[in-house]
């Protein structure tokens, strides 16, 4: 875990930086200086996906919202069975037939944000004032949670930023023009709530059709600290590269120029390597492809393109595609800046909800009756982590008592040792016989000169006072001469 920015570099001069984890982005750098001295940042990282639940037949959904934090390594992040990243709720799937068809979707959308800001309403206070929390290497911190990221698909970002779907949920790219490579204005979240409060008066502001608002007057991240929901979203590489621009748009103009046949002859002549994909039966056969096939298909794509099209960018000129407009491939101007922001993009994919799917949505819905399964999904989810939690603890002991009997045995080592010594002459040293319990104290005290009301106070050591007074009763005698300690 890391509690505080860094910058590394590849080499002495600080000539090239590098942008791995979150910690060594700009975002970290820029919130620090807005806060007091000494405050520890602990970036949230927020997901939510829609997910089905019944198979073959059946409209049951959850949508559940998952929560991680960036002081955590991605490599532990990533990995489900590290419990990195939390359930925090699920969102209501509702079909709101009680509104009318026009004011439908609008009625889900103001629900979305209502319900996140229901439970993300604790944040406003905290990233503000800060919480004390004990840390994982035991120092206590004032810590301050602000939302940085939110990992989300092209549809439920457009849901979080008020924006419509046509629009890009960063910047205000007008929608005819998502095909140039010039960068737009980015959205501003001060200029955007005023306009949505112009609306809401029925001023009818024009910024508010240019710029493809929805009429969401209470978004969940108004009141958030620090929070720039617009930068918080994350490039999607799982829709928007992998099965986005490459499957749904480059491969299938690539095949047009060169001819299925062609494309499925070239992948099956590709020269096997330790490390890729070989595939003996060509592509066109597949009609569904998960995530990592599309990986190993970019990794020998460029092979399979040489010496077959023209370099020349003749998509247009074949008619083949006529214009470039899409939001998917419009989405990688963006993909800089999310980098110098928030670190590299691997952990902010939505292959990580999707993931986390099968654990705190499917199984614990294969769990219940399928009736009023949400509830039951709750409880089933409670009683897991109330076994995972006891199962850590058990382990956590068994270490600690291993660790004790090891101490044991160095110690009776060390007196068969002092025996053999007094055989040679040396001095014997009495071994104690009272059956009083061992204690396993550090050689050197992490605190010095701590007052007992701060271990009550700072530490949560309300009980050691009288546990102090018990303990000095049983073990020294007419203690009542003895004046009472100030400091441990």
Known sequence: MAFAPEQVFTDEACSERVFDEMWTANWWWKIQELLPK????????????????????????????????????????????????????YLPVAKLECYSEPMRSLAGYRLFHYCMSKILEILVEAGENGVEMVCADGRVRRVHPILAAYVADYPEQCLAGCCMENRCPRCAVKPDDRGSPVMSVLRDVEWTLKILDEHKRGQEPPQFERDGLRAIYQPFWRYLPHCNIFACFTPDLLHQIHKGVFKDHFVKWC?????????????????????????????????????????????????????????????????????????????????????????????????????????????????????????????????????????????????????????????????????????????PIPTPTSSAPLYAIEKKAPFKNVTIQCLAVDFGAIDFIPALTTFLCRNIPDINAYAQPKFV
Request: glycine share 8%; proline share 3%; hydrophobic share 35%.
């Open 38 to 89: 000494g405050a520890t940042i602990a970036p949230l990282i927020l997901s939510s996906d829609k997910t089905q639940l019944s198979q073959f037949r059946g409209d049951k959904k959850a949508w559940p919202v998952y929560l991680t934090i960036g002081n955590i390594s991605k490599e532990i992040r990533r990995q489900p069975s590290a419990h990195a990243t939390i359930l925090v709720g």
């Open 255 to 427: 095949t047009t120029i060169i001819g299925e046949a062609e494309v499925d002859a070239r992948f099956k002549a590709m020269a096997s390597h330790p490390g890729l994909r070989h595939f003996k039966k060509g592509i066109s056969s597949v009609s569904q492809w998960t995530g990592t096939e599309h990986k190993e298909m970019e990794k020998v794509f460029l092979g399979i393109l040489a010496g077959a099209v023209n370099s020349e960018d003749i998509f247009v000129k074949l008619e083949i595609q006529e214009h470039f407009n899409i939001p998917k491939l419009h989405s990688i101007v963006h993909y800089v800046d999310s980098i110098e922001a928030l670190g590299s993009l691997d952990r902010y994919n939505s292959e990580s909800p999707e993931r986390l799917h099968i654990d705190f949505a499917k199984e614990a819905y294969r769990a219940s009756n399928k009736r009023d399964y949400t509830e039951q999904m709750v409880m089933w989810l409670q009683r897991q982590e109330a076994m995972w939690t006891r199962g850590a603890f058990c382990a956590w002991v068994k270490d600690q008592q291993g660790l004790i009997d090891g101490e044991r045995n160095n110690s009776g080592s060390e007196s068969l040792s002092e025996e053999s010594e007094s055989e040679s002459g040396a001095v």
